[in-house]
């Protein structure tokens, strides 16, 4: 299921990419392929949404609504599996800290990084992942990380400010 997550976090801007350069043989065969794996992994409703991207591609028509829902489901799935698995240790000490003050200060990096539009933020958070696991969740590590991988800088300073005020009431 990790695998699944972190290989196929793209797939839904690959397609969508490959659709707006008139690349629909790529398009069409990543839909493909996701569908597959989304079944073999049991994500029906995932399946689901990409066989329609998939018709959608051979019509040529409601590609990008199709898309659009493509998105939603496999977010939803990438959430779902990330709630349910640990943060991996790659075994380079980066294991959970528990230390608050050093996450919330990598936080306050985080934020001034997003607030400069600075796409270090995606490495930022890459390597400051298992610090960050010390306060936050797995869904709200994942979100951001998604988020910056596709330059959503504006919506990951929303959720950091939700994230902020979740850990501030909750020091009170």
């Known amino acids: 299921m990790r695998d699944f997550a972190s290989d196929k976090v793209l797939t839904v801007d690959e397609i969508r990419a490959a659709w707006n350069a008139g690349d629909t043989s790529t398009a069409h065969l ?15 409703a995932l399946a689901e949404c990409a066989e329609r991207v998939v018709i959608a591609l051979k019509s040529g028509m409601d590609v990008l609504a199709a898309l659009d829902v493509l998105s939603d489901e496999f977010s939803r799935v990438l959430a779902a599996i990330n709630a349910v698995l640990p943060i991996e240790n790659h075994g380079d000490g980066g294991e959970r800290s528990g230390n608050r003050g050093d996450a919330i200060e ?62 501030s009431a909750a020091s009170e």
């Open 106 to 167: 990598a936080l306050s990096r985080l934020k001034k990084l997003l607030l400069e539009n600075d796409g270090t933020a995606t490495a930022f958070i890459d390597e400051e992942r298992h610090l960050l696991a010390g306060v936050l969740t797995v869904p709200e590590i994942e979100t951001l990380r998604l988020q910056l991988r596709k330059f959503q800088f504006a919506a990951a300073l929303t959720d950091l400010s939700v994230i902020s005020a979740r850990l």
């Open 30 to 44: 990543a839909a493909h392929s996701l569908k597959g794996e989304a079944s073999t992994l049991g994500a029906n």
